[in-house]
Structures are given as structure tokens and as C-alpha cells.
């Protein structure tokens, strides 16, 4: 159903995800300027998961997508035994750290849904700034091991798929 393109490094991977067409995926191992809702930076260095899914929505109330988005990454973090909570309405947490967020964004055209942009950035691997050890936690700290990205993106689209 999806095509991936993989990127070393992007500005932002919704930003690029733009310049495509609905199935695809755009993923980056860095981001240099990664975004959150409200403006807000997100760090995306060398190691995380920084992702963007581009549909053209079958739902009419777009709203539900960002759940959907949140909750196939939750059900994935489960399958390694990471229990999380939604920090309702695009974060999930883990033990009340940011592990997640999600940025959904409409591209319009014409008055008209042209398409829409799924935003995930999941810490896996990634370092956090000493700013954010407070807030945010990756699964390498939870697990004390290093995760395959791969594979945490494969049982996403998985689960994306599955709800969706």
C-alpha cells in the first residue's frame, strides 16, 4: 500500500512529504528542523524514528487519523512491553516522559482536501538535549538496549494499516 523514500537528512520530513503523492512514506534518520504542534522544535538527531505518512483520508472527520496515528504507535510500543499513555491529543507518554508526538497537517486545494500529512517522531535510539531529559525519555533508556528502527517502523505501518 505504501511507498517508502528514506532520506539521510531533511529539514522536516512532513515538509518534504509535500512533493508527494497519498501512500507515500517519507522518513529521515535526522531532521534539522524538525517541528511539534504549536510551532514547537522537535529534536530529531541521529537515532530516533522521524517520519511522515501522506493519505488522501477516507474519513470525514480527520481528526480521528491523528488518534489512529497515536494509538498504531502505542499498540506497537506494547508488543516490546512498553506500556504507554496518550497525552491526549498527539503525544504518548511514557511514566509521564514524551516517548512520541504526532503532527498532522491538511493540505488543501481549491477549498478541498487535497491531502493529508501524518508527522511521527518516536525516541528510540536517538540522544535527548540535557533540556528535554526531564520531559522526554527514548526506548534505548527504557529498555537499556538500542531498538531496530526498521522494525518498529514495519510494526507501525502495520498497525497504522490495521486501523486505518
Not at 40 to 53: A, H, P
Not at 59 to 80: G, H, M, P, S, W
Not at 96 to 120: A, H, P, R, V, Y
Request: charged share 30%; glycine share 6%; with cysteine.
Amino acid at each position: 500500500m505504501f511507498k517508502i523514500y528514506h532520506f539521510k537528512k531533511l529539514s522536516s520530513t512532513n515538509y518534504e512529504a509535500r512533493k508527494f503523492s497519498a501512500g507515500s512514506i517519507i522518513i529521515a534518520d535526522t531532521q534539522t528542523k524538525g517541528k511539534g504542534r504549536l510551532k514547537r522544535k522537535w529534536s530529531s538527531s541521529k537515532g530516533g524514528v522521524y517520519m511522515s505518512i501522506v493519505l488522501k483520508p477516507k474519513i470525514k472527520n480527520l481528526n480521528k487519523l491523528t488518534i489512529i496515528a497515536v494509538k498504531a504507535v502505542q499498540r506497537t510500543l506494547k508488543k516490546l512491553d512498553i506500556a504507554t499513555k496518550i497525552k491526549f491529543p498527539n503525544d504518548l507518554q511514557y511514566k509521564g516522559k514524551k516517548i512520541c508526538g504526532i503532527l498532522t497537517e491538511n493540505i488543501f486545494k481549491n477549498d478541498k482536501i487535497e491531502k493529508m500529512i501524518i508527522g511521527i517522531g518516536i525516541n528510540t535510539n536517538n540522544p535527548l538535549p540535557k533540556s528535554l531529559e526531564s520531559k522526554a525519555i527514548t526506548l534505548k533508556k527504557i529498555m537499556k538496549k538500542g531498538v531496530n528502527n526498521k522494525k518498529i517502523i514495519n510494526k507501525l505501518l502495520k498497525e497504522f494499516n490495521l486501523l486505518y
